[in-house]
């Protein structure tokens, strides 16, 4: 059974904290370095829900792709609820680590796993890693079709491939308009609009797009937009990265039991429409 600082330094070779964003929180919040691992929990958010659900599984190791510290703090207490939450971990013996921005541009990372679940063909990084000599690494990735569909099509794909949300799948531009090549970012991805429209793609799949932003997108250029729940489009990393402590599990013979959590944290919990004009 490997010690948590052996899975750790797995994890790091993984996702290296240094390729994180500097206003980021990477890494390891809580946990005995020389504590045994033989149960692993990924989730997207660092939230009570998913603490409850590690205690239930037995899990020693919660690995999230938000940060539960993302500002700074100068107080665990437990009259907060991050403070909580740091509590039970450390009162069940339950490690708590951080993959966020590194996890973003690593090969692979966070936008390889939204193509993956979307079927489509990574050509390349949108905004590529000028340290990354093979070009692989990076924020976003340009993608391929196997074959042209529309842009409703299209929307309708990622509703049913991805995880179901309040929010569902907003869209923006032509339905009828055909696409072959798109971009796609998990996460917020309205700051990357330069780069969407310098790559030449035809959509841009994405999260938490504003209205500012997505109005002068489509007033810019024909680019469509697919709006996404910013936890829907990060949530496949979580298979992705389970499979790869899986196979390092494997290779060192550790017998990990490695969980992907299902329960839905996205903070949008109802819809509410009284009909969208066609």
Request: hydrophobic content about 45%; charged content about 20%; some cysteine.
């Amino acid at each position: 059974m490997p010690r948590l600082s052996e899975v750790i330094a797995e994890l790091d070779a993984l996702w290296p904290p240094e390729r994180a964003e500097g206003w980021d929180a990477v890494g390891t919040v809580c946990g005995d370095p020389e504590a045994e691992i033989d149960r692993v929990l990924f989730a997207v958010d660092p939230v009570q829900q998913i603490a409850d659900e590690a205690r239930a599984l037995g899990a020693q190791l919660i690995v999230t792709h938000h940060p539960l510290y993302l500002r700074g703090t100068t107080t665990v207490a437990a009259s907060t609820f991050k403070g909580r939450v740091v509590h039970g971990l450390i009162k069940h013996d339950i490690a708590l680590h951080v993959a966020h921005t590194n996890a973003d541009t690593a090969d692979p990372g966070v936008s390889d796993a939204l193509a993956a679940a979307l079927d489509l063909r990574v050509a390349g990084p949108l905004v590529p890693d000028p340290a990354d000599a093979g070009g692989r690494r990076g924020l976003g990735r340009i993608c391929e079709l196997d074959h042209p569909e529309t842009l409703r099509d299209f929307a309708a794909r990622a509703a049913a491939r991805l995880p179901a949300t309040a929010q569902g799948i907003r869209l923006a531009g032509d339905p009828d308009a055909v696409l072959r090549r798109v971009a796609v970012s998990g996460g917020s991805g309205d700051s990357l609009f330069d780069a969407v429209r310098a790559a030449g793609v035809d959509a841009f799949l994405t999260a938490d797009l504003r209205h500012h932003p997505a109005s002068e997108a489509v007033q810019h250029s024909p680019l469509g937009l697919v709006d996404a729940a910013h936890w829907a489009t990060e949530w496949p990393w979580c298979e992705q990265a389970a499979a790869q402590l899986d196979a390092i599990s494997d290779r060192h013979g550790w017998d990990l039991r490695v969980h992907v959590s299902k329960q839905v944290t996205d903070p949008w919990t109802t819809h509410h429409s009284s009909g969208a004009p066609n």
